[in-house]
């Protein structure tokens, strides 16, 4: 009776195994825990709480049921510091909460709710400068025996300066400044970040060889916080189009974004200029970076807040073919993908170029702010209404996008969860070019491999306004059809064994 009775346990144990499949996507997510699909959040911009006109925390806290379903697991948010500035990029207290924003209960809050949703917050660390209203200039500034003279880099008397506008250059080259920045990294990684943006990472240090020294003064951070957060990340902003000194920033960074491959979409994509060149282009830089640094992970992106809307970038305009077409690129990338907050929306916004700006009624004078504008919920209960945003008037909103299956919203969700859904896309990062590649059609093969999981997809994008009907051999269609449509996307998987075959 007992051996029956244990036969019949082992019977329903095996039907619990065979019915329960694990979830690939929790366990490989465990064993890559660096690979993350990022959204870009202007806090004044995104949703407001109280019902002030700006955006704050406890919006973002409110509307996480958004990220979660658009799919995002991890949220960059631009500077969140009391700042005199309305971009915050000048801070005046690195261990405090900008007022308009919340406080430090709601940054708190936030973090844990966030935690909650499976998504991890990154924060801005701008430290190659403070605002000028920092209580170190503000002492530094009073006397040249002040204890914190040697926080700042003086030239004549005058606090040297990388950008305009009362931002001071922090002097690396003191033990002592460098001591601040690991208890600001200490203070934010205990109360749950999971890692930090570095603002000017190319500005960090003034000195004969200043990517060398910037990047060993981002390891010796990066070893500090890994010590006691191992699973902590650093990704680095290298404003730069030139990817051989991106590359050399991996030595201290664990992720760098990549203008480089932004350009080649805007180039490619939008311009459709040298189309051929996309794919093997992109293999060039992750073989460059994979030289310095065999586990890099890229931090690729569209657009970001210091750049002009993609959909107000040349190519792009009135086109949300090849808006849609460079999500799909963006989002079978190897790394981990950037979203620019409405971007999932085609947002509209470019700078005024003019040395004086443009006169915005109701605001002042704005240049970057067209970048930055408000986010399109369709409900004003959550709009901001800080910035008169005039160039989204006709843009649809988020709950207008919602209703129509065919919205650029609706092709960034679907891509986000195709890339969930395949670890070739998700956590590998290998990456070669395809065999068949010519002047209309670019695709890359992308794979991932571990002792449980073994895939291997191409991914083949038109970059024309023509049909064309692709001839492939063998494989399987995951994503849209061989019978290509103007600036569409197909997805083949393929025996990982067979990879050579098709590069
Ligand atoms: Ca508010
Ligand atoms: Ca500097």
Redo the contacts with the bound molecule.
Sequence with gaps: MKKILYGFLLIGFAILLVGCKPNAYDSLKETNPQHDIYYQIFVRSFADSNNDGIGDLNGIKENLDYLSDLGVTALWLLPIHPSPSYHGYDVKDYLDINPEYGTMDDFESLIEAAKDEGIKIVIDLVI??TSDQHPWFIDANSSTSSAYRDYY?WQNGNA?E?FVGGMK??N?QNQEVIDEVKSIMDFYLEKGVHGFRID?AK????SSNPTFDNTFLLLELNQHMKENYPDSFIVSEVFEYFYPMVADYYIGSDSAFNFYAAQQIWEKVGRLNSRYLLASNLHKVYEDYRDVDPDFIDSPFLTNHDLDRLASTEGFINQPDKLALAARILLTLPGSPFIYYGEELGMKGYRDYSQDGKIVPGYGIAYDEFRRTPFLWGDENKNTTWFPDSANSETPSLEEQKLDETSLFMVYKTMISFRKDHPALMFGNEYLPYGGNDGQIQGYIRSYQDENVKQALIVIHNLSSDAYTLTFEGGTVVYGSKDMAPFGTVIIEIDYEDIEVYA
């Design positions: 190659n400068h880099i040297f990388s250059d922090l690396f000017a500005h960090l240090i003034e």
